[in-house]
């Protein structure tokens, strides 16, 4: 798979998290929710991640 599929992908499932967060806060779950913005958060970080990698690389 290329890197920008990946990277792609990798976004997508970022973006997914955050809604999926708008959507815990209307049925008030905390729980969820601080699951949902670490998920987010740490797929954001292990993009950046691999892309300062990619940059280093090329």
């Known amino acids: 798979m290329s890197h920008n599929v990946k990277m792609f992908l990798l976004a997508v499932l970022v ?17 969820l929710l601080v699951i949902t913005l670490l998920a987010g958060f740490g797929l954001m970080g292990y993009g950046l991640t691999l892309k300062r990698k990619h940059q280093e690389k090329n």
């Open 15 to 31: 973006v997914l998290c955050f809604v999926l967060a708008a959507i815990v806060i209307s049925y008030r779950n905390y729980f």
